[in-house]
């Protein structure tokens, strides 16, 4: 119950500065350019929420359905889907009075907030924590069921994906999804082989996170001071390549063994250089045999504060360009990638089940972008269709109907409901599996 409460707390905390830093973009160019707003609610707020204040002709409220928010800008058909203005005469304080290219800046307030929060959220981590990272050079993959099934083997080095070559270990799986990868270049046992990738499982690499974890070789750092085989004739960089008549290779295939065997005594054969060596060694109850292992090599970058903003810039671009690639496997029928797609059930489980300021604010910079591009899409009732009007306005002279606004605002709202229905049903299900 703890874990929920945390993981829950921080859900609504980050959804909260997201719908009040979106919307504050667009409240910000509104009234830059004098447009009254009547409304300022975080969260939705079907027939009622709860009035704050007032401030300077604008009602702050707070609604009670966590998804979103909105501003009402005077005179906008929006969200409310409220015409009673289109029956009054236009008047200068409106948003539909005002120039093109003043409406435009309105509409992309929310996601420009969005963006320069992420850039900004990005900076403060590359200053504080500087950018890690496990490199993929010189590193193996320890694989699951559906990296298996489709031809990578435990000890595998990946080289390139089709012409690409992967730097962050950690982005494997990512890399082979968003770059519709369909060859995998290998190293293993010394040879180099190719492992063809079919578009068709795009959607089962996005839905079965743990395809690649890292192999780590059982290699000895250190013995602990309280290790129950102190006195043993383990040194570092002995390497145990066997425990009770089975290769343990890597940990990963040593840890059941030695969980059969927690209490007891089990024979060992580690390697030394060249030299083989056979130990009876004791394992806890853990499970362990009281030594540290040696750890794969980190990529540690440093930032000062200065060299943090384009940093926090190129971090911001760099994954908005993976999100809209994500989004592209989104909406390719074929790659199924749309069964992956989560409500904020799913968002809630990628949060650390306890508090971590570090994880917190990389969500929050993911999120916030992730609502950014959301917002672009050429939907009528998000942003980016009030944008494309707008655009389209600029670039014709011919400012669309309020008929045909009202009409498609209502095609943009079935849409995305229907966006949220689908990712709702996919994280229910995803529940009852």
Known sequence: MEIFLIKALQLILCFALLVVLHEAGHFFFAK??????EKFCIFFDPKFSLKLFSYKGTDYHIGWIPLGGYVKISGMIDESMDTEHLKNEPQPWEFRTKPAWQRLLVMAGG???NFILAIMVYAGILTKWGESYISNEGNAIYVNELAYDMGFRNGDQILMFDDYVPENFGMLQADLARQSVKKATVLRDGDTLNIYIGQNRIGEILQNPGMFDLAVPFIVAEVSETSPNKALDIQAGDRIVNIAGTETEFLQDARPILMEHAGDTVVTTLTRGTDSLALTVQVDTAGTIGVFLQRPAIKTKEYTL????????????????????????????????YKSVGSFIAIGQIFPSAWDWYSFLNILALLSIMLGVMNLLPIPALDGGHMVFTIYEMITGRK?????????????MILVFGLMFLAFGNDIGRLLR
């Open 32 to 37: 830059l350019f004098n447009i009254r707003v």
């Open 111 to 113: 996601v420009l907030f």
């Open 400 to 412: 669309p109907s309020d008929r045909f606004l009202y009409v498609t605002q209502i095609i943009g």
């Open 306 to 337: 200065l060299s943090a903003i384009p940093g926090g810039f190129a971090k911001t671009f760099e994954t908005i360009g993976g999100y809209i690639k994500d989004l592209k496997l989104v909406f390719t029928p074929s790659t199924e990638a």
